[in-house]
């Protein structure tokens, strides 16, 4: 999995794009429509496929742009695109047709397999997660159920024959701090610039945002500093982070807007395009769009102002 998720527009800047996911061109959105609707009708369920959804007979829906922005991210092009479809399809539809998790899993298995999950607001429904946490605008974190082929994301309703929401809350972060980290990687610059990535196919990699402290242990072997650090959570399969010590805080600000920026666009999972301030649990963000939508800026309050000025001052004294 690498780094910079953005891929290039395979058949070139001027074919003509398609309207909904405009990495693909119109060809390939074609294309990729055309193998979701053969897979459903390999499962013997014919559907009528729209711009970013589809729907069968039921009026049950099944959405399209995570698929696609898998297909997009996929190294191995087009040529893997008929086995990725009909595995997707086969598996959303084996977990919609099994028997709810929640109705044949004790409750102690099912607290043993509950992780903590941070999402960004797009497709997120306050009115069904009222218990979810805000770690920062924008984020919303929210207590999930692994299983074999899918993730459920537990609603109130759910959560609530389980127990304590404390007590399921800690038991998810301690599920969670117990996960292998899959893949770490050090980004450098010619300018002292650093940061550290970790990667990987859990879809709770980006969440460890959550469990920061055990994560900059393991992977570094250091301890955070009483500033805490900067952290970046594009999407799901990424957490980026720079451990604040000495002025090497301003090239990592600047490299970790653009590394967040461009790994949130087009990929599955997306959560957020910003870098934030992580201290003593909390978020703070730093990065913004310009007003007019193209390029990015850096925003700071009083308290990262002075802890620049500190840091800077520092280092020239």
Avoid at 108 to 125: C, N
Avoid at 128 to 141: D, N, Q
């Amino acid at each position: 999995m690498g780094l910079f998720r953005r891929r290039p527009k395979r058949d070139g800047q001027d074919a003509p794009r398609d309207p909904e996911f405009p990495y693909f061109s119109a060809d390939e959105g074609a294309r990729f429509r055309s193998l979701v609707r053969e897979a459903f009708a390999e499962q013997g369920l014919e559907v009528s496929v729209y711009a970013d959804v589809v729907s069968d007979s039921s009026g049950r829906q099944f959405g399209l742009a995570n698929l696609a922005a898998v297909l997009h991210n996929d190294d191995r092009g087009p040529r893997a695109w008929p086995d990725q479809v009909r595995r997707h399809v086969g598996m959303v539809l084996r977990t919609m047709d099994a028997p709810s998790a929640l109705d044949t899993l004790s409750t102690e298995q099912i607290r043993s397999q509950l992780y903590p999950r941070v999402l960004g607001s797009e497709g997120f429904d306050p009115a069904s997660f009222a218990y979810a946490r805000t770690p920062a605008p924008g984020l919303h974190e929210i207590i999930a159920l692994d299983l074999p082929e899918s993730v459920m994301m537990l609603t109130d309703d759910a959560l609530a024959p389980l127990g304590d929401l404390p007590y399921l809350r800690e038991q998810a972060l301690y599920n969670l701090r117990g996960l292998p980290i899959e893949g770490h990687e050090t980004v450098k610059g010619d300018d002292g610039m650093r940061f550290e990535v970790i990667l990987g196919d859990s879809f709770y990699t980006a969440s460890r945002v959550l469990t920061l402290e055990s994560v900059v242990r393991e992977t570094t072997g250091e301890q955070l500093t009483e500033d805490g650090a900067l952290v970046a959570l594009p999407f799901r399969h990424q957490l980026a982070f720079h451990v604040i010590r000495d002025a090497g805080i301003v090239p990592a600000l600047n490299a970790m807007a653009s590394f967040a920026a461009s790994g949130y666009v087009d990929t599955p999972g997306a959560i957020s395009p910003y870098v934030y301030w992580w201290r003593e649990g909390r978020l703070t963000q730093l990065s913004d769009r310009e007003e007019d939508g193209d390029g990015l800026r850096i925003v700071i309050g009083e308290e990262f102002q002075e802890l620049l000025e500190r840091l800077l001052g520092g280092e020239r004294g």
